[in-house]
Antibody, heavy 119, light 107 residues
Framework: QVHLVQSGAEVTKPGASLKLPCKAS????????IHWVRQAPGQGLEWMGI????????TYAQGFQGRVTLTRDTSTNTVYLDLNRLTSEDTAVYFC????????????WGQGTRVIVSS | DFQMTQSPSSLSASVGDRVTITCRAS??????LAWYQQRPGKVPKILIY???TLQSGVPSRFSGSGSGTDFTLTISSLQPEDVGTYYC?????????FGQGTKLEIK
């Protein structure tokens, strides 16, 4: 069965960087794009970017341009979200989600990683 | 910036009621619209894609309609387990913008 497994909660300081993993299993890793979505406390869903695990090509939301990088490691079936120059506004739960083939829907989601940015 | 605007932002309805949530795109997106349900404390779950196609396993009381800029999610007979927040999302191309969400409660 399909699983996207994310890491545990992180507490970090303003100005720091974070690198969040999303490990996929149960399907052919390179056949499905992966999206990243975040949700600030009490707020809605915010799309951050998408990566093609086969080619490594990524597209980012305009609001994160220059601060976010998506990469993948095909040897471990893991996608990574790098976000730098953190501020308190980056405090959120970060989700990875698989793009279903042919439908455009996010059919499987990771459990989310809670990130707290605080001095 | 591309906008997806949902209305209402919140609503309260009784079990058995028919509930309708609307989503408007700032530009035409054809039928590339999905609806997600997020129960409290849970991960979002896909309900509908291509504006009106029900995801496998989703109860038939959920339905979607619309194309272009105006879309609707309907719950034909509200059940207690439908409590949560509902989001629309466009996916014709990047950015894959979500609506701001509609919080649904039971009266």
């Amino acid at each position: 069965q399909v699983h996207l497994v994310q890491s545990g909660a992180e507490v970090t300081k303003p100005g720091a960087s974070l690198k969040l993993p999303c490990k996929a299993s149960g399907y052919t890793f390179t056949s499905y794009f992966i999206h990243w979505v975040r949700q600030a406390p009490g707020q809605g869903l915010e799309w951050m970017g998408i990566i093609n695990p086969s080619s490594g090509a990524a597209t980012y939301a305009q609001g994160f341009q220059g601060r976010v990088t998506l990469t993948r490691d095909t040897s471990t079936n893991t996608v990574y979200l790098d976000l730098n120059r953190l501020t308190s506004e980056d405090t959120a739960v970060y989700f990875c989600a698989r793009l279903a083939a042919g439908t455009g829907a996010f059919d499987f989601w990771g459990q989310g990683t809670r990130v707290i940015v605080s001095s | 910036d591309f906008q997806m605007t949902q209305s209402p932002s919140s609503l309260s309805a009784s079990v058995g009621d028919r509930v309708t949530i609307t989503c408007r795109a700032s530009e035409g997106i054809s039928h590339y619209l999905a609806w997600y349900q997020q129960r409290p404390g849970k991960v979002p779950k896909i309900l509908i894609y291509f504006a009106s196609t029900l995801q496998s396993g989703v109860p038939s009381r959920f339905s979607g309609s619309g194309s272009g800029t105006d879309f609707t999610l309907t719950i034909s007979s509200l059940q207690p387990e439908d409590v949560g927040t509902y989001y629309c999302q466009k996916y014709n191309n990047a950015p894959y913008t979500f609506g701001q969400g509609t919080k649904l409660e039971i009266k």
